[in-house]
């Protein structure tokens, strides 16, 4: 006769088994869902390896009971815990008789038949496939759509929003100088530092000064300002702009009569062509300035750092960094502002956009990079 | 109103708002065990700043708030938490998560709040969706329900740890008048099937007529409470004229 009425508890119950394997299950006192849990494991203890053919249910003595003590119930009633067993409940109290008939074992069986759809290689593999080919259509699209936004602002210059350029400008560019001037100063450290060794063993390391002025010019320098252009700038265009269309703003404005592209992102592709170069200057700059201390740590004097650079660097090197810069800051900006119209419904569309123009971005930078530097080599050959 | 009946919610001297703007000073009120309360007024009356005062989510300017005698206001810990867990709140969008199945959702609170076996998790929360009649629809996601649906589910999750008060946020806003009406008619079921006491915040005077207990109206130039009762009587009797034609204009 299992019971668990040794110590005062909350809820009690007793076993108690009949004859040909009939057997009383007595519950006293409070059935909810601190005392539920105990239960449940204890009973499931006690049947195991118990034969029951009937089991009988006397329910009389609770006091209280919630949904947590009715599931436990119910899931004896169904012969849960006694598989092949016939079940009979008495005693529930008639104000938890609605509650008790909500529980349902067909609801439950399907629930746990239920398997999330799987799709296979081949279909994953078609949908990916033609998921890109529909991307790159509408990016083909979108340049198109742009360019003539363009074009059209240029003939019709009323359309061009300039103060949304400015605002861009202002919050993309101004208020990222800090940020990107500290990061190539410190990257423009760490390159010095870097060379520095191996150059010595050559006995050249004064041309750590040369090499920090061509790679901040021509390279680190358009870089680092595009990836921060698209890391704190870019995907807050794609955020921006996704909440527009979650929002319906988007709608609201083709409705009017207004296309998004020209109402929206040539102002922000034009800021970000505009921006890019400004914001490289800066980042050669702070690189520059960040390798000077380790220069003049390593007993170099100013003016023959500054000679080193300066004779290091071509008026091409100057142009080739500056037009990467435009390049990206265009790309950055116009993939960020597609995510952002791509963006679907829900709450975690919103947060996929931005995500997904961040990467989309920096691939574009570095895939635009090596496109760069391919030609730059043929052109200097 | 009977003062016998027991007092679950009471607004006391309550003054709420945002910053140093009050939207609504010295309100008093009590809402009692098992009955549907709604709380009525214009737009930018203070509805929904009343109810996340009430339900804790915001702070009160001063006054107090008091579930069964104990203040919400100043508790802290477990205390607070004990409160809160009486408390099944239905958002105006119905809030679900949209990574989480129907089921999930409604079993959300019991994974975190309870240590059922997992079995007995499937069963509350399936019970709970068959009470609002979304027995069907457990394995969706959100996105794939409609908004009455939606809410329905909402009712659900509030409902599935037994909650003394649901507290619903304009619970028929966006709503066909069918769906709203099959809501309206939900939220009844459950008061009298269930005894759940309900404070619903909304100005669809057709909900209120249909399941509102007693009502309380809000008016922004007062800043309070301008009249209170239960609606029918409130129609004819409402000591403001604006109140009676508030009350008659949609149901006349």
Redesign the interface.
Known sequence: MPANDSIPLALQWELTPGSGGVTKLSLRGELDSASTPTAWRELEKAFAGTKVTSLEIDASGLTACDSAGLSLLYFLSTGGMTPGATARMTGLGPELEHLFRSFSNEDFLALQDHEPACSSIVDDVGTATWNWLQDLREQIEFIGEVSMGIVTSIFIPRRMRWKEVIRVFEIAGVNALPIVSLLTFLVGMVIAFEAAQPLAQLGAQVFVANLLGLTMTRELGPVMAAIMLAGRSGSAFAAELGTMKVNEELNALQTMGLSPIQFLVVQRVVAGVLLAPVLTVFAMYAGLLGGIPVLLGLGFPLRMVLYQVQSGLHFSDLAEGLAKSIVFGGVVASVSCLRGLQTGEGPRAVGESTTRSVVSSILLIILSDAVFAAITYVLRK | MSEDRKCLIEARDLTVGYGDRVVLERVNFKVYRGEVFAILGASGSGKSTLLKHLIGLHQPVSGDVLISGASLVNAEGDERLAILRKFGVLYQGGALF??LST?ENVRLPLDE?????E??K???A??????VGL?SA??KLP?DLSGGMQKRAGIARAI???PCVLFLDEPSAGLDPITSAGLDALIGELAK???ITFVMVTHELASIFSVADRVVVLDPKARGIVAEGAPAWLRENAEQLWVRQFLNRKVA
């Open positions: 949209g990574s089921v709040f309870t240590e059922l076996p079995n007995a499937d069963l509350i399936l019970s709970k969706l068959r009470l027995e457990a394995t996105a599935v740890m037994d099937g269930l005894g």
